[in-house]
């Protein structure tokens, strides 16, 4: 299926510490290159991970409505992880409570729900797999320390 929408705004960096998010785990102290991230979102990585995504996303033009309703873009996250050598990422999600909430007069189904959440989480990988494979030119600064075990 494909989601003919217009693309929207690349999202802006926040200072959330990834360590916060249920969903993300970073090690040790690290820069997370946030403004490095936006330049190369605004650069055209955003644009190309939209068109990839959207050309395979399984929601609806009524379902994208509400995305959009709901910011739910400008609620991404992206950050560099330096320990695993990847761009991590947090994507938003409709809650739980989402019914006694009325968060929008259009969601009404758990499928709807179940829906965005999983084309948000595949937009946010894409996103990563596009600046890690095609923008990014940095390689992780992580140096493992010498006593780690041989496991050969």
């Known amino acids: 299926m494909t989601l003919d929408v217009d693309i929207p705004e690349p999202p802006e960096p926040t200072d959330i510490d990834p360590n916060q998010y249920e969903?993300?785990?970073?090690?040790?102290?690290?820069?997370?290159?946030r403004d490095e991230i936006k330049e190369l979102l605004q650069a055209g990585a955003w644009r190309d991970s939209f068109e990839e995504w959207a050309a395979s996303a399984d929601l609806t033009e009524d379902e994208w409505t509400i995305v959009e309703d709901?910011?739910?873009?400008?609620?991404?996250?992206?950050?560099?992880?330096?320990?695993?050598?990847?761009?991590?990422?947090?994507?938003?999600?409709?809650p739980?409570?989402?019914?006694?909430r009325n968060l929008h007069p259009e969601l009404t189904s758990w499928e709807t729900v179940s829906g965005i959440n999983a084309g948000l989480t595949e937009l946010g990988q894409i996103v990563c797999d596009v600046l890690k494979e095609e923008y990014i030119d940095w390689e992780a600064s992580y140096d493992?320390?010498?006593?780690?075990?041989?496991?050969e």
């Open 23 to 33: 969903d993300a785990e970073i090690i040790g102290d690290t820069d997370y290159r």
């Open 144 to 151: 493992a320390p010498d006593d780690l075990p041989d496991f």
């Open 96 to 100: 739980e409570d989402w019914k006694e």
């Open 70 to 94: 709901l910011n739910m873009i400008e609620q991404f996250d992206f950050f560099w992880d330096d320990f695993a050598d990847r761009v991590g990422y947090h994507a938003p999600g409709i």
